[in-house]
């Protein structure tokens, strides 16, 4: 089989990803998409319930879609990029396509190597820049001395290389060179964000049910709220040990928490070393009990596969991840029953995205427990 995986939020889908897709297909047999849940990694919630943007993924030609643990959507770049390859070759998929702003996989692959052997000072270089408030992406390409590769897409593209090469993966990278943002006939995912939040869409450059979803789009306005009330909780011990918190940052959350509102808060917390960003993962993954420890323990373990969507006319892909659970690659979650296979290990990530799922229905007035009872056949 021939399987080529993306590695995704698609928070929500738009006609560049669907674009995506389609270019995959033609290099693959099938597609399985690795999709962040309910919580992404800009530390917020997702704008649709991972259930739906799954069927909108099965919509534009994905034949599967497996969900991406909670505790590693909400991860750096660094290590979002490293559980979807772990999840990609774990499953024995054969490649990853990606969406990358120069398009070159061999440019791309060079800079991989670069990343795993920086030249000297790089650390103290890259230390310094992040302290000056410098972006992730800028950090690393000016730590390297390479400042035209600040594009995120082809840093996250880079990241998923070296975390196969790191890995010792056979996994091959396929890119499609994204359109340009600024086109009037292409939205990117943050235009189509701010877009919601002032209440227009233009529903001409979006897929049609995708549009029509985002009638009932969830906003963030409770769920920051709650992080606000939720920190009032946590102790100082408690936030440093949360995934997310370096250098310090638990004393000025712990110093500002008790700000009127959650804006005033955060705003107060910002510095030129904490982007907001960053600030927002890392309190979602305090509230949510996400630790340092737990997302390094889980990288140790065999990943998890819980399916949110899959084509009726493709069952043969749950038969081919059987096979790989028979080999000790994976567990494939396809029922409840099958959670007492799970280490304590695992099942503390399971338990968080549960735990994720239930707040973000809470949240938005949606019935919860929906993790083992949403049918995922489209």
Do not use: W
Request: with cysteine.
């Amino acid at each position: 089989m021939n399987i080529c995986s993306i590695i995704c939020e698609y928070n929500p889908l738009h006609e560049g990803h669907r674009r995506h897709i389609a270019f995959t297909k033609q290099q693959s047999e099938y597609v399985v998409a690795i999709m962040s849940g309910n919580f992404v990694q800009r530390g917020e919630c997702a704008v649709l319930d991972k259930f739906t943007r799954a069927r909108h993924a099965v919509a534009c030609g994905v034949d599967m879609v497996i969900e991406l643990p909670t505790s590693y959507a909400l991860a750096s770049a660094d290590d979002f990029a490293k559980f979807g390859v772990k999840i990609a070759d774990a499953c024995g998929f054969d490649a990853i396509s990606f969406g990358s702003e120069c398009g070159n996989v061999e440019l791309l692959e060079k800079k991989a190597s670069a990343l795993m052997s920086p030249p000297e000072g790089f650390a103290n270089d890259l230390r310094s820049s992040l302290k000056s408030g410098e972006s992730f992406p800028k950090t690393i390409c000016k730590a390297l001395g390479d400042n035209a590769c600040t594009a995120p897409n082809d840093l996250l593209g880079t990241l998923y290389i070296k975390a196969a090469k790191e890995a010792k993966s056979d996994l091959r990278f396929l890119t499609l060179k994204r359109e340009r943002s600024n086109d009037e006939n292409c939205l990117s995912s943050a235009n189509i964000r701010l877009q919601l939040a002032e209440k227009h869409i233009a529903c001409g450059l979006l897929p049609d049910f995708v549009c029509t979803d985002l009638n009932n789009y969830c906003t963030n306005v409770a769920f920051l709220k709650y992080v606000h009330c939720a920190v009032q909780a946590l102790s100082l011990s408690q936030l440093a040990q949360a995934y997310g918190i370096r250098e310090g940052l638990e004393n000025r959350i712990f110093r500002y928490k008790s700000q009127p509102d959650f804006d005033s808060f955060i705003f107060a917390v910002k510095s030129k070393r904490y982007t907001l960003a960053s600030i927002k993962r890392a309190l979602a993954c305090a509230v949510l009990g996400i630790t340092k420890e737990s997302v390094k323990n889980g990288f140790l373990q065999p990943p998890y596969i819980k399916v949110l969507a899959l084509k009726k006319d493709k069952s043969e892909l749950l038969s081919y991840l059987s096979t790989r659970e028979k080999m000790g690659k994976i567990i494939l979650l396809d029922n409840l029953k099958k959670q007492s296979s799970l280490n304590v290990i695992q099942k503390q990530l399971l338990q968080t995205d549960i735990d994720a799922s239930n707040l973000f229905c809470a949240l938005h007035n949606k019935k919860g427990a929906i993790d083992f009872t949403t049918p995922f056949l489209v």
